[in-house]
Nanobody, 120 residues
Framework: VQLQASGGGLVQAGGSLRLSCAASGRIYGINSMGWFRQTPGKQRELVATITAGGSTNYADSAKGRFTISRDIRKKMAYLQMNSLKPEDTGIYFC???????????????WGQGTLVTVSS
């Protein structure tokens, strides 16, 4: 199982970006997918998660500005980020929680990260 994140880049404050995460492998189910952000000197922190049933959870900093979604059939997750602020800058990692592939399950799978830079 692999996760491939994309969509990061440089954007001015107030702008928007859409991150994508593609899961590959002989996957027949993923419990939840999410996005986490890491900045220098800080631990990786949750940005947003979404379950297979569509329930979402957001960090307070993301509420009202970010929207997480997923396409279960395509094994994709997305993070629409609007009204970006310089403090949103960081490496965004895609995560899959409880991934089922054939007879194997993976508690946590992480993508390689995509860099988001928001200039003031």
């Amino acid at each position: 199982v692999q996760l491939q994140a994309s969509g990061g880049g440089l954007v001015q404050a107030g702008g928007s970006l859409r991150l994508s995460c593609a899961a590959s492998g002989r996957i027949y189910g993923i419990n939840s997918m999410g996005w986490f952000r890491q900045t220098p000197g800080k631990q990786r922190e949750l940005v947003a998660t979404i379950t297979a049933g569509g329930s979402t959870n957001y960090a307070d900093s993301a509420k009202g500005r970010f929207t997480i979604s997923r396409d279960i059939r395509k094994k994709m997750a997305y993070l629409q980020m609007n009204s970006l602020k310089p403090e949103d800058t960081g490496i965004y990692f895609c995560n899959a929680h409880d991934t089922y592939e054939a007879s194997v399950s993976y508690p946590e799978v992480w993508g390689q990260g995509t860099l988001v830079t928001v200039s003031s």
